[in-house]
């Protein structure tokens, strides 16, 4: 197809342009009715001490059903959301949904877990984010320590003078830190130790081929030593097999998530197979 857009200059669509075009306009109005018609989730991933094998946090992620489009992966959807800036009340849902939902675990008389959410590059430079964040904690009554907020490593990299008194706020209120995918956003070492953080999240795309790669192996232990010596933990992303469980526990990789141990589950399966009652 062929598209006359001046008197002598053509743009030329190919089929599969147009496809791709069509579906991001068609997931854009979607988007602003899915929060109303009810058609975002939230599944639930085990976060695991490697040594124990004990359950230490879960990540929510967020889940997209449409009726028609069915599942839409929040790979396609967030960056979308993020440009429209629906991002800011979805991602406000979710802190809400997930916060309320270890709320409800503990009232059913489960032991306390740690609850990691992921923040959208919006919200994370949104001026309200930190009342926000302490106003949903103050609703749910819960300790902030119970909230672990991801960040990308490319968003603390942008504008990192910013972002330490971001975080140094986040952190203040008793609100944890993680890192997500590091070591893909060309971070600044000097920075990386005056950011107020609790947790490094290995990138999944060097534990994908950990057994047989030597550098990705040289790349997770660099990390893993670099954030021991700093003082932060470290969780692998993305953990499917036992031989990349092995090196990460010889390596002194503090926690782990992935398939290995199980793929995000809906919250009343995490519930029942991960939770475990108090003894109180
Ligand atoms: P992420 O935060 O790095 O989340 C990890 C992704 O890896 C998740 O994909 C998870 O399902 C997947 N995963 C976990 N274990 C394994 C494994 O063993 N193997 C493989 N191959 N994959 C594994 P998901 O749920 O599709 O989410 C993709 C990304 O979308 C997330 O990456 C995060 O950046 C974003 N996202 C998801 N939920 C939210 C949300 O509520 N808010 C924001 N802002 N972003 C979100
Ligand atoms: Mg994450
Ligand atoms: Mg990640
Ligand atoms: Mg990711």
Redo the contacts with the bound molecule.
């Keep these: 197809k062929v598209k006359e857009i001046g008197r002598n200059s053509y743009l030329f669509f190919s089929k599969d342009m147009q496809i791709r075009t069509s579906r991001a306009l068609k997931i854009d109005s979607a988007l602003r009715e899915a929060l109303q018609k009810q058609q975002l989730y939230l599944h639930y991933?085990p976060q695991v001490n490697i040594e124990h094998q004990k359950l230490i946090g879960v990540e929510?992620?967020?889940r997209w059903e449409h009726p028609e489009l069915g599942m839409i992966?929040?790979?396609e959807f967030?960056p979308q959301a993020e440009a429209n800036g629906l991002i800011i009340p979805i991602?406000e849902w979710?802190l809400k949904t997930a916060l309320n939902q270890l709320r409800q675990w503990i009232d059913d008389g489960y032991e306390p877990i740690v609850m990691a959410?992921?923040?959208?590059t919006a919200q994370f430079r949104h001026e309200n984010l930190n009342n926000m964040v302490s106003q949903v904690l103050h609703e749910v009554q819960l300790p902030p320590e119970y909230l672990e907020l991801?960040l990308t490593e490319s968003m603390a990299m942008t504008d990192p003078e910013k972002v330490i008194g971001v975080l140094d706020k986040l952190h203040a209120q008793g609100v944890r830190i993680a890192i997500?995918?590091f070591g893909t956003g060309y971070s600044s070492l000097s920075y990386l130790k005056k950011f107020n953080i609790d947790k490094l999240k290995i990138d999944?795309s060097f534990v994908r081929d950990i057994a047989t790669d030597a550098g990705d192996r040289a790349i997770v232990t660099t990390i893993i030593q670099m954030a021991t010596i700093l003082g932060f933990n470290t969780i692998a992303?993305?953990?499917?097999t036992s031989s990349q469980l092995d090196f990460l526990r010889e390596n002194g990789c503090h926690e782990y998530?992935?398939?290995?141990f199980s793929k995000?589950i809906p919250p009343d399966t995490l519930a029942e197979k991960y939770l475990q009652k108090n003894s109180g």
């Design positions: 991933q929510a992620l967020l992966s929040p790979a967030i991602g979710v959410i992921n923040l959208s991801e997500d995918d999944q992303e993305g953990v499917e998530q992935g398939y290995k995000p």
